[in-house]
């Protein structure tokens, strides 16, 4: 079985297939005319957000397989004209009578060994999204198990194009989402899925409250001793004796925002402690707050404070200088 090779110009994150078991939360895989791709191709038991992108297309039909029971999204980047990108499923080919045009999509269950072939060059984001996750999100809306998903091929989907490009900027990046975030985004995508795709049953109310005071603690300790978002949302929500989406909702009823934006607002906190009180470089302050670089960092602060890390804190000495001359 062959691997996937990136061309000599985009060696900078064009992982091989082992590089994307390794990291199964995002990659960005680029293709040439001389890359070939396993067939079929294994997908993680997580939830995964892989884009594909090829200069010269397929030459075979490749079936793609996950470990667990999955829905595959895929999302279509650069159009295709009609009879150029076709898919099986259940090893029938599937009518197609429309182009993939860009921000179209497909969802499909793992479950029926979907298979595709495209004749030309393709750009796609593909998000794996295991059945067990769908099914939390299901209970914890008051559903019952979701037996099954409609099949949905060449569709505007409107929502799912937003969210694709929310994420798209940082897909295969150094700097990429934490962690933290990736489960957030997993849980609003996973909610979308349900109520568009699933066949669903209603058997009870959904609980509206927030957390109770120790749960509120406790998820603070836990966020604040993991500044850089490695922590997993499932680890925090256990903590709590919640279900994942259980807690991502009755966080958010609690603080106002979700997880991944409370940890943000405590980074920049925690960045500002540092630039008012100490001589640290900014480079230090970043790694220090949770920042993978100081360009995430300065990007992420001015986004929130308006402006950079630096200018800041030299506002800020020059306050406090003229305070002290006063006193």
């Given at each position: 079985?062959?691997?996937?090779?990136?061309?000599?110009?985009?060696?900078?994150?064009?992982?091989?297939a082992?590089?994307?078991?390794?990291?199964?939360?995002?990659?960005?895989?680029k293709?040439d005319?001389?890359?070939?791709?396993?067939?079929?191709?294994?997908t993680p038991?997580?939830?995964?957000?892989t884009?594909?992108?090829?200069?010269?297309?397929?030459?075979?039909?490749i079936?793609?397989i996950?470990?667990?029971?999955?829905l595959?999204?895929?999302?279509c980047l650069?159009s295709?004209?009609?009879?150029?990108?076709?898919?099986?499923?259940a090893?029938?080919?599937?009518?197609?009578?429309?182009?993939?045009?860009?921000?179209?999509?497909?969802?499909?269950?793992?479950d029926?060994?979907?298979?595709?072939?495209?004749?030309?060059e393709f750009?796609y984001v593909?998000y794996?999204m295991?059945?067990?996750?769908?099914?939390?999100?299901?209970?914890?809306?008051?559903?019952g198990?979701v037996?099954?998903?409609?099949?949905?091929f060449v569709?505007?989907?409107?929502?799912?194009?937003?969210?694709t490009?929310?994420?798209?900027?940082?897909?295969?990046?150094?700097?990429?989402?934490?962690?933290?975030?990736?489960?957030q985004?997993?849980?609003?995508?996973?909610?979308?899925?349900?109520?568009?795709?699933?066949v669903?049953?209603?058997?009870?109310?959904v609980?509206?409250g927030?957390?109770?005071?120790?749960?509120?603690?406790?998820?603070?300790?836990?966020l604040?001793?993991?500044l850089d978002g490695?922590?997993?949302l499932?680890e925090?929500?256990?903590?709590?004796?919640?279900s994942v989406?259980h807690?991502?909702?009755?966080?958010?009823?609690a603080?106002?925002?979700?997880?991944?934006q409370?940890?943000?607002r405590r980074?920049?906190?925690?960045?500002?402690?540092?630039?008012?009180?100490t001589?640290?470089?900014?480079?230090?302050?970043?790694?220090?707050?949770?920042?993978?670089?100081?360009?995430?960092f300065t990007?992420?602060?001015?986004?929130?404070?308006?402006v950079?890390?630096g200018r800041?804190?030299r506002?800020?000495?020059?306050?406090a200088?003229?305070a002290d001359?006063?006193?």
């Amino acid at each position: 079985m062959s691997t996937l090779r990136a061309p000599e110009q985009n060696q900078g994150y064009a992982p091989s297939a082992e590089a994307w078991v390794q990291d199964p939360f995002t990659a960005h895989i680029k293709l040439d005319g001389s890359s070939s791709v396993p067939s079929p191709l294994r997908t993680p038991g997580t939830f995964t957000i892989t884009r594909l992108e090829s200069t010269a297309g397929l030459n075979d039909r490749i079936t793609k397989i996950s470990s667990v029971p999955a829905l595959l999204v895929s999302i279509c980047l650069k159009s295709l004209p009609l009879h150029s990108y076709q898919v099986w499923v259940a090893d029938k080919l599937v009518p197609t009578h429309r182009s993939f045009l860009r921000f179209r999509s497909n969802v499909i269950d793992f479950d029926s060994e979907p298979s595709c072939w495209a004749g030309k060059e393709f750009d796609y984001v593909h998000y794996t999204m295991p059945r067990e996750e769908l099914d939390d999100i299901a209970a914890d809306f008051g559903f019952g198990r979701v037996n099954s998903y409609r099949l949905s091929f060449v569709e505007d989907d409107l929502v799912l194009a937003q969210i694709t490009r929310s994420i798209l900027p940082f897909i295969g990046r150094s700097d990429g989402p934490s962690l933290l975030a990736l489960d957030q985004f997993s849980l609003i995508l996973g909610a979308h899925l349900l109520q568009r795709y699933g066949v669903l049953q209603k058997i009870g109310e959904v609980s509206k409250g927030g957390l109770a005071p120790w749960q509120r603690r406790r998820a603070e300790e836990l966020l604040s001793e993991n500044l850089d978002g490695r922590i997993r949302l499932t680890e925090v929500a256990r903590e709590c004796a919640l279900s994942v989406s259980h807690f991502a909702r009755s966080f958010k009823a609690a603080f106002g925002i979700s997880t991944h934006q409370w940890l943000i607002r405590r980074r920049i906190e925690h960045a500002q402690g540092l630039l008012r009180q100490t001589t640290t470089p900014i480079v230090d302050i970043a790694m220090q707050s949770g920042f993978g670089d100081q360009a995430a960092f300065t990007r992420t602060f001015r986004q929130a404070v308006g402006v950079s890390p630096g200018r800041w804190r030299r506002y800020h000495r020059t306050r406090a200088i003229g305070a002290d001359n006063h006193a």
